[in-house]
């Protein structure tokens, strides 16, 4: 199975309701979670991500949860915006061979409806 | 957004030929990265290397090649072996190597390759 998975691949939601976005991984030596967002047509940018050593994080609208013991991460985006239309990727640090290596979940395509 | 660079932004391959992607970075990042992005897919690590002439294969290696001789440059061969080129490449850097920590990733704009 995937190392990372991501749920749901497509989120339709109207302006000011809430986004939620989930993510479970294999590794349980994994201990940083970052979220990228990824506008049409453009790179991928960071927009929030969480260390194992807490348990959540917010950033203005923004926020992400992490259950260790789990072994899954989520992010919350509160009144939602037009502009916060996007893919949003999550990942994680998955040890492999000695190293630690990022992987992303496929991809979240989230359509905010004014 | 300047910091990490690639070029050119569309590329055009016909068959059996090798074609190079470029990648530069000014963000003085000991580690960089070669994703490929496809529909539906997210992002699939092709090669990383984490310091100056070193580099390891990610998930889907076979049909690239990549060097490492300078800090700031990693460039990705697509070679004829690659049957499946047409794609969205994303090039990346962080800090340091992932290491157990974990390293925020910046990437560059992408090339889009497409085969004639």
């Known amino acids: 199975g995937e190392n990372v998975e991501q749920h749901p691949s497509t989120l339709s939601v109207q302006e000011g309701d809430s986004a939620v976005i989930k993510c479970t991984y294999s590794?349980?030596?994994?201990?940083?979670f970052p979220w990228y967002k990824q506008e049409l047509g453009k790179r991928p940018q960071l927009i929030i991500d969480i260390r194992s050593n807490v348990g959540e994080k917010k950033d203005q609208r923004i926020a992400v949860t992490l259950n260790k013991t789990a072994k899954h991460f989520s992010l919350h985006i509160t009144e939602t915006q037009p502009e916060d239309s996007a893919v949003y990727f999550c990942?994680?640090?998955?040890?492999?061979?000695?190293?630690?290596?990022?992987?992303f979940g496929r991809g979240t395509s989230l359509i905010v409806h004014p | 957004d300047g910091g990490i660079t690639q070029s050119p932004k569309y590329l055009f391959r016909k068959e059996g030929q090798n074609v190079t992607l470029s990648c530069e970075q000014n963000l003085n990042h000991d580690a960089m990265y070669w994703y490929r992005q496809d529909p539906g897919q997210g992002l699939r690590l092709i090669y990383y290397?984490?310091?100056?002439?070193?580099?390891q294969k990610g998930d889907i290696a076979e049909g690239y090649s990549v060097s490492r001789e300078k800090k700031e440059s990693f460039p990705l061969t697509v070679t004829s072996a690659q049957k499946n080129p047409t794609a969205f490449y994303l090039c990346?850097?962080?800090?340091?190597?992932?290491?157990?920590?974990?390293?925020?990733?910046?990437f560059g704009p992408g090339t889009r390759l497409l085969v004639l």
């Open positions: 990942a994680a640090n998955l040890a492999s061979g000695g190293s630690y290596i990022p992987t």
């Open positions: 590794d349980s030596a994994s201990n940083y």
């Open positions: 990346a850097s962080s800090i340091r190597g992932q290491g157990a920590k974990g390293e925020t990733q910046y």
């Open positions: 290397s984490q310091i100056v002439n070193d580099f």
